[in-house]
Nanobody, 129 residues
């Protein structure tokens, strides 16, 4: 059983930056797909970025490409999401998720809505204009 705990959310003005962290425990995540997802009030869940840990492959939603960077620190078993040039449309609850799987499944989690098995409780990001 994998436990995921997010942190780093907060309120910033448009154009600002935040870095989200996701501390993972319960398993070695070398063959996992991990990712960040978000859900704004009244909207469906959206995949933001995913990464296949063993290869380092990363996938981004078009809406965040060039502004967000997903990375991980294997020694700390921690996933990050660096968010720059934030916009009011980025306001949402951000969730970290993880699942055993292939690189292809990780890509599918970003583009086709494949579900990752484990999810944290989320951290709230609010961007004001």
């Amino acid at each position: 059983q994998v436990q995921l705990v997010e942190s780093g959310g907060g309120s910033v003005q448009a154009g600002g930056s935040l870095r989200l962290s996701c501390a993972a425990s319960g398993d070695t995540l070398s063959n996992y797909c991990m990712g960040w997802f978000r859900q704004a009030a009244g909207k469906e869940r959206e995949a933001v970025a995913t990464t296949y840990i063993s290869s380092g492959s990363t996938f981004y939603a078009d809406s965040v490409k060039g502004r967000f960077t997903i990375s991980r620190d294997n020694a700390k078993n921690t996933l990050y999401l660096q968010m720059n040039s934030l916009k009011p449309d980025d306001t949402a609850m951000y969730y970290c998720a993880a699942s055993r799987g292939s690189r292809q499944y990780c890509e599918g989690a970003l583009y086709y809505g494949y579900v990752l098995d484990y999810r944290g409780k989320g951290t709230l990001v609010t961007i004001s204009s």
